[in-house]
T-cell receptor, first 112, second 111 residues
Framework: GAGVSQSPSNKVTEKGKDVELRCDPI?????LYWYRQSLGQGLEFLIY????????KSGLPSDRFSAERTGGSVSTLTIQRTQQEDSAVYLC??????????FGPGTRLTVL | QQPVQSPQAVILREGEDAVINCSSS?????VHWYRQKHGEAPVFLMI?????EQKGHEKISASFNEKKQQSSLYLTASQLSYSGTYFC????????????FGQGTILTVHP
């Protein structure tokens, strides 16, 4: 595709429910990143996939957060038992040979 | 560790210049600059890989002093379209593709 796509664009859920956020990277990009941006804040790194290597999960805030990348392409970020503090925009980015990260439009998650 | 950006906010009139600084306490492999407009995703501006390297993109340029672990973004003759939040991100260590971003600098350009 032309760029990174994410779905859904908006997600409203109730506290305690699980949510899944999807990211489709740019075709051919081997690296995929997830970030979180709370209102008016910077970009907080969550997790990084590079090819077939073990992902760098050092940014995941708790064990309620997990992510997988199937077939080296699409990635899903799962948040279990959502809390109100999980409300944020979740951004996905991908990069190819140049390390330049191209961001998707994000998923705005609201936990009521 | 998160890089530190300064200033936190800048207000300009069209045509004025601005400098945004980004400092890190760790050895850097590269520095990346992004601009984010309200409600939109961050957009890549430029990446700097070498100490002392300077790159340009129209009237926006940047320098990277590897020894000082510092990068600066220069915006000259600012335009209304330059308004947004500017983030620097640094990569270093073994996960060189992973970026740690600064807290952002809000730039507002008025007519």
């Amino acid at each position: 595709g032309a760029g990174v796509s994410q779905s859904p664009s908006n997600k409203v859920t109730e506290k305690g429910k699980d949510v899944e956020l999807r990211c489709d990277p740019i075709s051919g990009h081997t690296a995929l990143y997830w970030y979180r941006q709370s209102l008016g804040q910077g970009l907080e790194f969550l997790i990084y996939f590079q090819g077939n290597s073990a992902p760098d999960k050092s940014g995941l805030p708790s064990d309620r957060f997990s992510a997988e990348r199937t077939g080296g392409s699409v990635s899903t970020l799962t948040i279990q038992r959502t809390q109100q503090e999980d409300s944020a925009v979740y951004l996905c980015a991908s990069s190819g040979r140049t390390d330049t990260q191209y961001f998707g439009p994000g998923t705005r998650l609201t936990v009521l | 560790q998160q890089p530190v950006q300064s200033p936190q906010a800048v207000i300009l009139r069209e045509g004025e210049d601005a400098v945004i600084n980004c400092s890190s306490s760790k050895a850097l492999y590269s520095v990346h600059w992004y601009r984010q407009k309200h409600g939109e995703a961050p957009v890549f501006l430029m990446i700097l890989l070498k100490g002392g390297e300077q790159k340009g993109h129209e009237k926006i340029s940047a320098s990277f002093n590897e020894k000082k672990q510092q990068s600066s973004l220069y915006l000259t003759a600012s335009q209304l379209s330059y308004s947004g939040t500017y983030f620097c991100g640094h990569a270093g260590g073994t996960s060189y593709g992973k970026l740690t971003f600064g807290q952002g600098t809000i730039l507002t350009v008025h007519p």
